[in-house]
C-alpha cells in the first residue's frame, strides 16, 4: 500500500498520508511520493486548490524509526543528499502554485511541523498536539525551519525549538501557526468552507496573491520592493482575469471563471 494517496475531486486535490500503523511518520520513499504529487497537483489543469490530510490517530510524528535507524550510518554526503531531498519536498508544496491547506486530524511532531508550515493554511482539531522534538535526539529542526519560523514567528521558535515542549491546539492557533482550532465534527465543514472561497476567487489573482505574500514577507520596505509591488499591480491588472474582474464587478455580473464554459 503506498504511503501517499492522490485523489482529484473537480477543482481539488486531495494528498493524504495513509500509514496510520506508523503515525504518518515519513521516509525517503514518502518524501519522493510528497514531492510528486504536489508537483503534479501544481501543474494539473483545473486544479484550484490542494489539501494536505492523513489517516488514523495522528497526523504526521516526525521521522520513521527504520529510516532514522539507516540515517545512523549514513556518512556525511549522505546525510546531505537525504536532507535535501526533504529539503525539496518542502519547497515543492510551499511554492505549489495552487493554494494549499493543511487538515490537521491529529498529532503533529518535528518534520510533521514542517508539513503544516509549508501550507499556506491550516485547521487543526482541538486535541491536536504539536512539538519540534529535535533537541531531545540531540538535533535541530534545521530544514524545516525556514517554514515553522515563518508560521510560528522567531519569538516563538526561540522558545519550542530549544525546549521541545508540546504545545496544544490552542496554542498553536495563537501563536499563528494554525488560522483555525475545532472539534473534529467541524474539521471537513472547515475545510470545505476554505476551499469554496479559494475556488470562488480568480485563479490567476489566487496564484500571484501567494506569490505576492511570499515576495513580500520580511523584507525590507525599500525602492525595489515598492517597484516590484508596482509592477505587480500593473501586471494584473492588464491580465485578461484581471480586467475581466473589474469589468464584472461594474457590471454586476458574475466574472467568467465562475459562469464556466457554455
Same mark, same amino acid.
Given at each position: 500500500?503506498?504511503?501517499?494517496?492522490?485523489?482529484?475531486?473537480?477543482?481539488?486535490? =486531495?494528498?493524504?498520508?495513509? $500509514?496510520?500503523?506508523?503515525?504518518?511518520?515519513?521516509?525517503?520513499?514518502?518524501?519522493? !511520493?510528497?514531492?510528486?504529487?504536489?508537483?503534479?497537483?501544481?501543474?494539473?489543469? @483545473? *486544479?484550484? &486548490?490542494?489539501?494536505?490530510?492523513?489517516?488514523?490517530? !495522528?497526523?504526521? #510524528?516526525?521521522?520513521?524509526?527504520?529510516?532514522?535507524?539507516?540515517?545512523?550510518?549514513?556518512?556525511?554526503?549522505?546525510?546531505?543528499?537525504?536532507?535535501?531531498?526533504?529539503?525539496?519536498?518542502?519547497?515543492?508544496?510551499?511554492?505549489?502554485?495552487?493554494?494549499?491547506?493543511?487538515?490537521?486530524? @491529529?498529532? *503533529?511532531?518535528? @518534520?510533521?511541523?514542517?508539513?503544516?508550515?509549508?501550507?499556506?493554511?491550516?485547521? #487543526?482539531?482541538?486535541?491536536?498536539?504539536?512539538?519540534?522534538?529535535?533537541?531531545?535526539?540531540?538535533?535541530?529542526?534545521?530544514?524545516?525551519?525556514?517554514?515553522?519560523?515563518?508560521?510560528?514567528?522567531? =519569538?516563538?521558535?526561540?522558545?519550542?525549538?530549544?525546549?521541545?515542549?508540546?504545545?496544544?491546539?490552542?496554542?498553536?492557533?495563537?501563536? @499563528?501557526?494554525?488560522?483555525?482550532? *475545532?472539534?473534529?465534527? $467541524?474539521?471537513?465543514?472547515?475545510?470545505?468552507?476554505?476551499?469554496?472561497?479559494?475556488?470562488?476567487?480568480? +485563479? !490567476?489573482?489566487?496564484? &500571484?496573491?501567494?506569490?505576492?505574500?511570499?515576495?513580500? #514577507?520580511?523584507?525590507?520596505?525599500?525602492?525595489?520592493?515598492? !517597484?516590484?509591488?508596482?509592477?505587480?499591480?500593473?501586471?494584473?491588472?492588464?491580465?485578461?482575469?484581471?480586467?475581466?474582474?473589474?469589468? #464584472?464587478?461594474? $457590471?454586476?455580473?458574475?466574472?467568467?471563471?465562475?459562469?464556466? +464554459?457554455?
Amino acid at each position: 500500500m503506498t504511503s501517499v494517496q492522490t485523489a482529484y475531486d473537480g477543482a481539488v486535490a =486531495r494528498i493524504t498520508l495513509a $500509514q496510520p500503523d506508523l503515525r504518518n511518520a515519513f521516509n525517503d520513499e514518502t518524501i519522493a !511520493a510528497l514531492t510528486d504529487a504536489f508537483a503534479q497537483a501544481g501543474s494539473r489543469d @483545473g *486544479v484550484r &486548490a490542494v489539501v494536505l490530510a492523513a489517516q488514523g490517530t !495522528a497526523f504526521c #510524528a516526525g521521522a520513521d524509526l527504520n529510516w532514522m535507524r539507516r540515517m545512523a550510518d549514513y556518512t556525511r554526503e549522505e546525510n546531505v543528499a537525504d536532507a535535501g531531498a526533504l529539503a525539496e519536498m518542502l519547497r515543492t508544496i510551499y511554492e505549489c502554485p495552487k493554494p494549499t491547506i493543511a487538515r490537521v486530524q @491529529g498529532d *503533529v511532531y518535528a @518534520g510533521g511541523m514542517g508539513l503544516v508550515a509549508a501550507c499556506d493554511m491550516a485547521v #487543526a482539531v482541538d486535541t491536536a498536539g504539536f512539538c519540534l522534538s529535535e533537541v531531545k535526539l540531540g538535533l535541530i529542526p534545521a530544514t524545516i525551519s525556514p517554514y515553522v519560523i515563518r508560521a510560528m514567528g522567531a =519569538r516563538a521558535a526561540h522558545r519550542y525549538f530549544l525546549t521541545a515542549e508540546r504545545f496544544g491546539a490552542a496554542e498553536a492557533l495563537h501563536l @499563528g501557526f494554525v488560522h483555525a482550532v *475545532v472539534e473534529f465534527e $467541524q474539521l471537513d465543514d472547515t475545510v470545505d468552507a476554505w476551499l469554496k472561497a479559494l475556488t470562488s476567487a480568480s +485563479p !490567476a489573482a489566487v496564484r &500571484a496573491c501567494k506569490r505576492l505574500v511570499q515576495d513580500v #514577507a520580511g523584507r525590507d520596505i525599500d525602492a525595489a520592493l515598492i !517597484a516590484a509591488t508596482v509592477q505587480g499591480i500593473a501586471d494584473i491588472r492588464a491580465s485578461d482575469e484581471g480586467r475581466e474582474g473589474v469589468q #464584472a464587478f461594474l $457590471q454586476k455580473r458574475k466574472p467568467s471563471w465562475l459562469v464556466g +464554459p457554455g
